[in-house]
């Protein structure tokens, strides 16, 4: 990881507000050492799969450690399980607070791996898909941020070295597909994701948006999210090898709604840390 040298001295005891921390020496020993982040939406999923990890030491409680603000984190051993919220503004946020953490802890080595939901474009749901480059939806490969008024757009490649590590590691009998593609991180859920069902009145038709699907299958681009294009640039630039892990909950060239029970949704859940676990005991 590198970091912005306009910080890289600062005073200790400084206080980060999104994640409610002061890094005193206490708080900042809380983040010493660690090799992996985890991210997932909702503080439940974050704490979930901390749990399960934990049930594989002799850890027996959690704590979160942002408590007090909008973050959840949990430790088990050198990973950290961190919700990111929803959207891309959400997840730089975190993504600026947590490595400023993380460096002035000395964790300098570390990977982040976000582990979420998407709606995958003509593949069965349930898959899991590896994102190898994040795109606007614009179907530019990239991450355009707007600083001072002036327009950038930053790489959104993915770590290739970890996403082959992780596709390694999964079992060829798993019950469900794994693939490596790319991903939309679209700007809502809605529109943003070509729906017709938001509360808004679409300005695209029925062909519009069959054009628009077949580009994207032309990009290789197998599912929408919210997330991975912030995520991939950030890591990009602050030298942190980064992917995504996304179950898919539908296939949205066959629709817009997600017809999946609680149960089916949970089992799709289970499958993304499922992915995740067994790349971790594969480097253990
Ligand atoms: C996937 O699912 C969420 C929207 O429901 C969003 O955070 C994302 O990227
Ligand atoms: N998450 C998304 O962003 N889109 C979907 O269709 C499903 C989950």
Redesign the pocket.
């Known amino acids: 990881m590198i970091i912005n040298s306009f910080i890289e001295n600062q005073e200790p005891n400084l206080y980060i507000y999104n994640l409610n921390l002061t890094l005193t020496k206490d708080v900042l020993s809380q983040f010493s050492g660690i090799k992996h982040v985890f991210l997932q939406?909702s503080s439940d999923r974050a704490r979930k799969f901390a749990c399960r990890l934990a049930n594989t030491t002799d850890i027996n409680q959690i704590k979160n450690l942002f408590s007090g603000s909008s973050y959840f984190g949990y430790r088990v051993d050198d990973i950290l399980l961190v919700s990111?919220?929803?959207?891309t503004t959400s997840i730089m946020t975190l993504l600026h607070s947590l490595s400023k953490v993380l460096y002035y802890a000395g964790s300098h080595d570390v990977k982040y791996i976000r582990i979420?939901?998407?709606?995958g474009i003509g593949i069965e749901p349930g898959s899991v898909v590896i994102t190898e480059t994040a795109y606007m939806p614009n179907l530019v490969p990239g991450y355009q941020i707007s600083g001072l008024g002036r327009d950038v757009i930053y790489p959104t490649g993915m770590s290739y070295d970890l996403n082959q590590a992780i596709f390694n590691a999964q079992p060829k009998n798993l019950p469900f597909k794994v693939v490596i593609g790319n991903s939309i991180?679209?700007d809502d859920?809605y529109l943003g994701q070509a729906r017709f069902d938001g509360a808004i009145q679409t300005e695209y038709s029925e062909d519009d948006r069959k054009i628009y699907f077949s580009k994207l299958k032309a990009h290789n681009i197998v599912n929408?999210?919210?997330?991975?294009t912030a995520l991939a640039s950030f890591c990009n630039r602050a030298e942190i090898e980064a992917t995504m892990i996304?179950v898919t909950?539908l296939d949205r060239t066959q629709g817009d709604q997600i017809h999946a029970t609680s149960d089916e949704l949970a089992a799709y859940a289970d499958r993304v840390m499922d992915v995740a676990i067994n790349y971790i005991k594969s480097i253990c």
Do not use: C, D, N, Q
Not at 84 to 87: I, S, T
Not at 116 to 119: E, F, L, N, Q
């Open positions: 939406g990111h919220g929803m959207g979420g939901t998407s709606g991180a679209a859920f929408f999210e919210m997330e991975s996304a909950l």
